[in-house]
């Protein structure tokens, strides 16, 4: 068929669509600016303008590279809409929607802290519908299966009946804001793609798709009957059963030339848990010649930290590029030891495990506020002997304690001056005073003066600051980047529609704390260089010559909920959005 190519899975995708490439430009051209190229993720343009140079053996224009994603914000920024609504706030504006539309849904969970986990699952759910362009006669049709009871409890039947309005009202007030979910971005790609023009490109290239949602079938569908685009695939349709309806869905034919496989040299090893695993990894990487032709399959971001310790010392250089969870991070656990703080003080007294669990987190006593990290770990010390009754002090063994008494502590200051002198550290009582009150400024004080949302991400990036300028976080790269991340995730705090809105402390705290569970730090190094160390979703489209794979485990490889949190799966079935059979 025109304009689609279908190539065996034993063959090494990247230098296989180079070489087409060339042979459509002609060897002596080496602009390719009027190409477009579309994969599912960011690395394989990585790979394939080093596999053009490789074959050119000089200089070139690059095609335009796009993830999919990417290339419905380029439909939507040609009909001028683009910008997209976080997910925090979708969530918010679902709590108000049910609040005018679905009260009884609220039943129970009337505080957007005690909804928000059920306005996940909404988002999660009307993004499905969007992707699959389900309309809205089927939706609707729930409310009637509903009234009947679906066999789940009342409350769920309930939120069925009202999917249909929710997803309604949920686009009516994005689109008069001018903003967009992901799944709805897809929706309006696909219904608008045939107004736009691509005077910029002669061809658009979709590259080693698999899984095709409904609205990017339409999108390229589309492009491809206007001779837009070429379709590029592994596999064929005659095993693979997601390929025969990707087929079906295009209008195309996806059978390549051979469908048999190379033989692999594959082995299994067997560990009682995760950290065995690696141990055996670590063994086998010491006997492969070729590290920069080998990479390590994470399915569980996890494993991450661990892997690095291992193998850091049998391998020279290796990349990550993976997403770490935030809520596994040393920084993540200082800002829950700040948070239990806060929830169990008394006024502006502070119960005291608490308050010893902030100040000595390695990244709080490490802190180099004197220019020298041993006076803060010193004087932290001192404080944390003077609470617990080792030194001589009105607050030894008190269960609660202020930050202007630890202060104004007679002795205490004194001590640790001396012990600082010991250490061959010049430093004064004043100084001493200083770093003390910086401390309780910074992790202890400003906290007490949160009432919403923006005071929130005030006092994050206080404690970020004061990490950043005298910490030593240069030193770990995960750090920096869990830094990053948390400047962002402060950033659409501040601003987030309620931004302002009064909240009582401890709903804060539970917000974030279920915001931070779906957060992660994305790693990106010298992916052409080294051992690569990648999840399972950086990797398409790649070869490697040796492929470790972790965890190979169920409940990991394969990830699959057989049971839906909150829609039922009957409900999802009935929809066409079959979740199990697609993972």
Same mark, same amino acid.
């Given at each position: 068929? &025109?304009?689609?190519?279908?190539?065996?899975?034993?063959?090494?995708?990247?230098?296989?669509?180079?070489?087409?490439?060339?042979?459509?430009?002609?060897?002596?051209?080496?602009?390719?600016?009027?190409?477009?190229?579309?994969?599912?993720?960011?690395?394989?343009?990585?790979?394939?303008?080093?596999?053009?140079?490789?074959?050119?053996? *000089?200089?070139?224009?690059?095609?335009?590279?796009?993830?999919?994603?990417?290339?419905?914000?380029?439909?939507? #920024?040609?009909?001028?809409?683009?910008?997209?609504?976080?997910?925090?706030?979708?969530?918010?504006?679902?709590?108000?929607?049910?609040?005018?539309?679905?009260?009884?849904?609220?039943?129970?969970?009337?505080?957007?802290?005690?909804?928000?986990?059920?306005?996940?699952?909404?988002?999660?759910?009307?993004?499905?519908?969007?992707?699959?362009?389900?309309?809205?006669?089927?939706?609707?049709?729930?409310?009637?299966?509903?009234?009947?009871?679906?066999?789940?409890?009342?409350?769920?039947?309930?939120?069925?009946?009202?999917?249909?309005?929710?997803?309604?009202?949920?686009?009516?007030?994005? &689109?008069?804001?001018?903003?967009?979910?992901?799944?709805?971005?897809?929706?309006? #790609?696909?219904?608008?793609?045939?107004?736009?023009?691509?005077?910029?490109?002669?061809?658009?290239?979709?590259?080693?798709?698999?899984?095709?949602?409904?609205?990017?079938?339409?999108?390229?569908?589309?492009?491809?009957?206007?001779?837009?685009?070429?379709?590029?695939?592994?596999?064929?349709?005659?095993?693979?059963?997601?390929?025969?309806?990707?087929?079906?869905?295009?209008?195309?034919?996806?059978?390549?030339?051979?469908?048999?496989?190379?033989?692999?040299?594959?082995?299994?090893?067997?560990?009682?848990?995760?950290?065995?695993?690696?141990?055996?990894?670590?063994?086998?990487?010491?006997?492969?010649?070729?590290?920069?032709?080998?990479?390590?399959?994470?399915?569980?971001?996890?494993?991450?930290?661990?892997?690095?310790?291992?193998? *850091?010392?049998?391998?020279?250089?290796?990349?990550?590029?993976?997403?770490?969870?935030?809520?596994?991070?040393?920084?993540? #656990?200082?800002?829950?030891?700040?948070?239990?703080?806060?929830?169990?003080?008394?006024?502006?007294?502070?119960?005291?495990?608490?308050?010893?669990?902030?100040?000595?987190?390695?990244?709080?006593?490490?802190?180099?506020?004197?220019?020298?990290?041993?006076?803060?770990?010193?004087?932290?010390?001192?404080?944390?002997?003077?609470?617990?009754?080792?030194?001589?002090?009105?607050?030894?063994?008190?269960?609660?304690?202020?930050?202007?008494?630890?202060?104004?502590?007679?002795?205490?200051?004194?001590?640790?001056?001396?012990?600082?002198?010991?250490?061959?550290?010049?430093?004064?009582?004043?100084?001493?005073?200083?770093?003390?009150?910086?401390?309780?400024?910074?992790?202890?004080?400003?906290?007490?003066?949160?009432?919403?949302?923006?005071?929130?991400?005030?006092?994050?990036?206080?404690?970020?600051?004061?990490?950043?300028?005298?910490?030593?976080?240069?030193?770990?790269?995960?750090?920096? &980047?869990?830094?990053?991340?948390?400047?962002?995730?402060?950033?659409?705090?501040?601003?987030?529609?309620?931004?302002?809105?009064?909240?009582?402390?401890?709903?804060?705290?539970?917000?974030?704390?279920?915001?931070?569970?779906?957060? *992660?730090?994305?790693?990106?190094?010298?992916?052409? &260089?080294?051992?690569?160390?990648?999840?399972?979703?950086?990797?398409?489209?790649?070869?490697?010559?040796?492929?470790?794979?972790?965890?190979?485990?169920?409940?990991?490889?394969?990830?699959?909920?057989?049971?839906?949190?909150?829609?039922?799966?009957?409900?999802?079935?009935?929809?066409?959005?079959?979740?199990?059979?697609?993972?």
């Amino acid at each position: 068929m &025109k304009d689609v190519f279908v190539y065996p899975l034993k063959d090494h995708f990247i230098p296989v669509l180079a070489d087409h490439m060339i042979r459509e430009a002609g060897a002596q051209n080496r602009d390719f600016k009027r190409l477009a190229v579309v994969f599912g993720g960011q690395r394989p343009r990585l790979f394939l303008n080093k596999a053009l140079s490789q074959r050119l053996s *000089a200089g070139f224009v690059a095609p335009s590279f796009f993830t999919i994603d990417e290339f419905i914000d380029r439909i939507l #920024a040609k009909c001028h809409q683009e910008d997209r609504i976080s997910d925090l706030d979708a969530c918010y504006l679902i709590y108000q929607l049910a609040h005018e539309h679905a009260p009884e849904v609220l039943k129970g969970r009337s505080t957007f802290e005690a909804f928000l986990p059920w306005a996940k699952e909404i988002l999660v759910f009307i993004e499905q519908v969007d992707l699959e362009d389900v309309a809205i006669k089927p939706l609707e049709d729930l409310a009637l299966h509903a009234d009947i009871g679906f066999d789940v409890p009342p409350s769920i039947n309930t939120l069925v009946a009202h999917l249909a309005c929710l997803r309604q009202a949920f686009h009516r007030e994005l &689109k008069k804001k001018e903003v967009y979910t992901r799944g709805l971005s897809y929706l309006e #790609a696909a219904q608008r793609v045939q107004e736009v023009a691509w005077p910029e490109f002669d061809k658009i290239y979709f590259c080693n798709f698999f899984y095709l949602h409904r609205t990017e079938q339409q999108i390229m569908k589309y492009l491809h009957e206007a001779n837009l685009a070429s379709f590029f695939f592994q596999g064929d349709e005659r095993q693979w059963s997601v390929l025969k309806k990707t087929a079906q869905g295009l209008g195309i034919s996806i059978q390549s030339e051979t469908t048999a496989l190379e033989p692999a040299d594959l082995s299994l090893h067997a560990g009682i848990d995760l950290h065995t695993e690696i141990g055996a990894l670590r063994e086998e990487l010491k006997k492969i010649k070729d590290p920069d032709d080998t990479v390590i399959i994470l399915p569980d971001a996890k494993a991450v930290v661990p892997l690095v310790s291992e193998i *850091a010392s049998v391998v020279d250089a290796f990349n990550v590029s993976l997403g770490y969870p935030v809520a596994r991070s040393s920084l993540y #656990a200082l800002l829950e030891a700040i948070f239990d703080a806060q929830r169990h003080r008394k006024d502006h007294r502070y119960y005291v495990k608490d308050y010893l669990r902030v100040l000595g987190h390695p990244l709080v006593k490490n802190l180099s506020l004197a220019g020298d990290a041993s006076v803060t770990r010193i004087l932290v010390h001192k404080v944390e002997e003077v609470l617990l009754g080792m030194e001589p002090s009105d607050l030894g063994g008190v269960l609660f304690v202020g930050t202007q008494e630890v202060e104004g502590t007679p002795g205490l200051l004194r001590a640790a001056l001396q012990m600082s002198d010991r250490a061959e550290s010049s430093i004064s009582v004043d100084s001493l005073r200083s770093i003390l009150s910086q401390l309780h400024r910074v992790f202890f004080q400003q906290w007490e003066e949160i009432r919403d949302f923006a005071t929130f991400a005030d006092a994050l990036v206080g404690v970020m600051d004061m990490l950043v300028r005298w910490g030593r976080l240069e030193k770990y790269p995960l750090h920096i &980047k869990m830094v990053e991340r948390l400047l962002r995730i402060a950033g659409d705090f501040r601003g987030a529609s309620f931004a302002l809105e009064p909240f009582d402390k401890e709903a804060i705290f539970k917000i974030i704390h279920h915001q931070m569970e779906s957060e *992660a730090a994305s790693f990106s190094g010298s992916p052409l &260089k080294g051992l690569q160390v990648l999840g399972l979703f950086e990797a398409r489209s790649l070869n490697f010559k040796n492929v470790f794979v972790l965890d190979v485990n169920e409940s990991v490889l394969p990830k699959l909920r057989v049971y839906e949190p909150l829609i039922p799966r009957d409900v999802m079935i009935a929809l066409g959005l079959n979740r199990l059979e697609k993972e």
